[in-house]
C-alpha cells in the first residue's frame, strides 16, 4: 500500500513538474547554447561566466563534449504554441534545426543577445526578431525536462523493485537493493516523521516525504555525474525548487485546523496593542505562512547552484592561469583538481543534506498545521 501512495504520489508531482519546468524554462531562463564562442570573448579570451552558465542553466539540447567546431549533443524536441498569424498554431521539431542556435527554422531561431537572449522567438523574413509578433508558448522538453523524465524513472524503478522484493521476502534481512534503500526509508519516517508530526498523524504525510527525500537526493547525486544521464542542474532549477515548495505548501495549508488559524489572527501571550488597532502581528504571521514555502525553494535551489558553480569555478582557474601561461596552467591544474575532488567529496554530503532539510522542513510545516485545542 505504501508503495502504491508513493508512485501515484510521484505521477503526480511529475505531470506538474513537466509542465512548470517546460514552460519557466522555457520563456523565463536563458537556454544556453554549448557554443566555444559563448565561452570566449572576440579576441579569443576565455570567459568564465558565459562558460559557468551554459552549464548551470537549461537548454533545449543536452551537450555531450566539443571536439574543435564539432559538438556531440542529443537533439531534444521542441514543442512551441506560436500566437501570431504568421505561424499560428503547434509547432513542433527537433533541436537539431537550430544548429546549436546558429540557424533560423521554419520561422523561429533561439536569440542570442539582448534582453531576448536565449529565448525562442519569431524572425522575420531577414532573420531578425519579429517585434510585433508576441513570444511563442515554449513548452519543450528541455535537458531539465529530460533529466527529470531520467530521475522519476529510476526512482519508480528503485521503488517497485525493493517493494517486489519485501513481497518475496517475507519475514527476511534485506538484501540487495533493498538493503539500501531501507535504512534511509526508516530513517525518514522514524527521525523526521514521526517527531515533527506525531506518532499519531505521520502516516498520512509519510508517502509525501519519501516521494520528496528519494527525489531531491537522487537528482542531486545525478547532478554531481559529468556525463550522460548526469550533470543536469534540476535540483538547482528553480522552477523545480517552486514547485515543490508548493507541494509543501498545499499540503499544508489544506491540513490546517481551527486552532491553526486562531493562532495566526489571534496569536495567545502577544500583547493587545500588537493586535488592535494595527493588527501587527496577525499581518507578520501571515507572511511567514508565504515566506515558509519561499524559504524551501530559494534554500534547495542556491545551495545545489552554488556548489556546481564552484566546482566549475575551479575548472576555469586552469585556462585563467593558462592563458597567462602554460606551466602556469599545468601547475594551477593539479591544485584545481584537487580543490574540484574535495569539493566533489563535500557536494556527496551536501545532497543528502539538502534532501534531509528540505523533508525536516516540510514535516516540521505539516506538525504546526494542526494546533491541539488546549493550546487555545
Same mark, same amino acid.
Request: glycine content about 8%.
Given at each position: 500500500?505504501?508503495?502504491?501512495?508513493?508512485?501515484?504520489?510521484?505521477?503526480?508531482?511529475? #505531470?506538474?513538474?513537466?509542465?512548470?519546468?517546460?514552460?519557466?524554462?522555457?520563456?523565463?531562463?536563458?537556454?544556453?547554447? &554549448?557554443?566555444?564562442?559563448?565561452?570566449?570573448?572576440?579576441?579569443?579570451?576565455?570567459? &568564465?561566466?558565459?562558460?559557468?552558465? @551554459?552549464?548551470?542553466?537549461?537548454?533545449?539540447?543536452?551537450?555531450?563534449?566539443?571536439?574543435?567546431?564539432?559538438?556531440?549533443?542529443?537533439?531534444?524536441?521542441?514543442?512551441?504554441?506560436?500566437?501570431?498569424?504568421?505561424?499560428?498554431?503547434?509547432?513542433?521539431?527537433?533541436?537539431?534545426?537550430?544548429?546549436?542556435?546558429?540557424?533560423?527554422?521554419?520561422?523561429?531561431?533561439? @536569440? $542570442?543577445?539582448?534582453?531576448?537572449?536565449?529565448?525562442?522567438?519569431?524572425?522575420?523574413?531577414?532573420?531578425?526578431?519579429?517585434?510585433?509578433?508576441?513570444?511563442?508558448?515554449?513548452?519543450? %522538453?528541455?535537458?531539465?525536462?529530460?533529466?527529470?523524465?531520467?530521475?522519476?524513472?529510476?526512482?519508480?524503478?528503485?521503488?517497485?523493485?525493493?517493494?517486489?522484493?519485501?513481497?518475496? $521476502?517475507?519475514?527476511?534481512?534485506?538484501?540487495?537493493?533493498?538493503?539500501?534503500?531501507?535504512?534511509?526509508? %526508516?530513517?525518514?519516517?522514524?527521525?523526521?516523521?514521526?517527531?515533527?508530526?506525531?506518532?499519531?498523524?505521520?502516516?498520512?504525510?509519510?508517502?509525501?516525504?519519501?516521494?520528496?527525500?528519494?527525489?531531491?537526493?537522487?537528482?542531486?547525486?545525478?547532478?554531481?555525474?559529468?556525463?550522460?544521464?548526469?550533470?543536469?542542474?534540476?535540483?538547482?532549477?528553480?522552477?523545480?525548487?517552486?514547485? #515543490?515548495?508548493?507541494?509543501?505548501?498545499?499540503?499544508?495549508?489544506?491540513?490546517?485546523?481551527?486552532?491553526?488559524?486562531?493562532?495566526?489572527?489571534?496569536? &495567545?501571550?502577544?500583547?493587545?496593542?500588537?493586535?488592535?488597532?494595527?493588527?501587527?502581528?496577525?499581518?507578520? @504571521?501571515?507572511?511567514?505562512? %508565504?515566506?515558509?514555502?519561499?524559504?524551501?525553494?530559494?534554500?534547495?535551489?542556491?545551495?545545489?547552484?552554488?556548489?556546481?558553480?564552484?566546482?566549475?569555478?575551479?575548472?576555469?582557474?586552469?585556462?585563467?592561469?593558462?592563458?597567462?601561461?602554460?606551466?602556469?596552467?599545468?601547475?594551477?591544474?593539479?591544485?584545481?583538481?584537487?580543490?574540484?575532488?574535495?569539493?566533489?567529496?563535500?557536494?556527496?554530503?551536501?545532497?543528502?543534506?539538502?534532501?534531509?532539510?528540505?523533508?525536516?522542513?516540510?514535516?516540521?510545516?505539516?506538525?504546526?498545521?494542526?494546533?491541539? @485545542?488546549?493550546?487555545?
Amino acid at each position: 500500500m505504501l508503495s502504491k501512495n508513493i508512485i501515484a504520489l510521484i505521477a503526480g508531482m511529475i #505531470l506538474f513538474l513537466v509542465f512548470h519546468t517546460s514552460v519557466y524554462s522555457g520563456t523565463e531562463e536563458e537556454v544556453a547554447a &554549448p557554443d566555444s564562442a559563448a565561452a570566449k570573448s572576440e579576441e579569443g579570451k576565455f570567459k &568564465p561566466g558565459p562558460f559557468i552558465m @551554459e552549464h548551470i542553466q537549461d537548454a533545449h539540447e543536452w551537450h555531450i563534449a566539443q571536439f574543435g567546431h564539432t559538438h556531440i549533443t542529443i537533439p531534444l524536441p521542441v514543442i512551441l504554441i506560436s500566437r501570431s498569424e504568421k505561424n499560428k498554431g503547434l509547432h513542433i521539431f527537433m533541436s537539431s534545426k537550430f544548429h546549436h542556435g546558429e540557424s533560423v527554422y521554419n520561422g523561429f531561431k533561439i @536569440e $542570442r543577445e539582448g534582453k531576448l537572449k536565449g529565448k525562442i522567438v519569431e524572425v522575420t523574413s531577414d532573420g531578425k526578431v519579429d517585434e510585433a509578433a508576441p513570444l511563442p508558448i515554449d513548452i519543450s %522538453i528541455t535537458k531539465n525536462v529530460l533529466a527529470l523524465f531520467i530521475s522519476v524513472i529510476l526512482i519508480l524503478w528503485i521503488f517497485i523493485s525493493v517493494a517486489n522484493t519485501y513481497k518475496k $521476502r517475507v519475514g527476511k534481512a534485506p538484501k540487495g537493493l533493498q538493503s539500501w534503500i531501507e535504512p534511509l526509508i %526508516i530513517f525518514v519516517r522514524d527521525d523526521i516523521a514521526k517527531p515533527s508530526i506525531g506518532e499519531h498523524r505521520y502516516e498520512k504525510y509519510l508517502p509525501f516525504l519519501l516521494s520528496v527525500f528519494f527525489f531531491i537526493f537522487i537528482n542531486n547525486l545525478l547532478g554531481l555525474v559529468p556525463i550522460f544521464p548526469g550533470g543536469a542542474n534540476l535540483t538547482g532549477n528553480i522552477a523545480v525548487t517552486m514547485t #515543490l515548495a508548493l507541494f509543501t505548501f498545499f499540503i499544508t495549508t489544506f491540513s490546517t485546523n481551527k486552532g491553526y488559524w486562531i493562532h495566526i489572527v489571534n496569536a &495567545p501571550g502577544v500583547p493587545w496593542w500588537l493586535k488592535i488597532p494595527l493588527p501587527l502581528m496577525p499581518v507578520v @504571521e501571515l507572511i511567514g505562512v %508565504i515566506t515558509k514555502p519561499f524559504v524551501l525553494m530559494i534554500r534547495l535551489f542556491a545551495n545545489i547552484t552554488a556548489g556546481h558553480i564552484i566546482v566549475l569555478g575551479f575548472f576555469c582557474l586552469i585556462f585563467i592561469f593558462g592563458a597567462m601561461s602554460i606551466w602556469a596552467g599545468y601547475g594551477f591544474s593539479v591544485l584545481s583538481v584537487s580543490f574540484t575532488v574535495f569539493m566533489g567529496l563535500l557536494e556527496l554530503l551536501v545532497a543528502f543534506i539538502q534532501a534531509y532539510v528540505f523533508t525536516l522542513l516540510s514535516a516540521l510545516y505539516f506538525g504546526m498545521a494542526q494546533v491541539e @485545542e488546549h493550546h487555545h
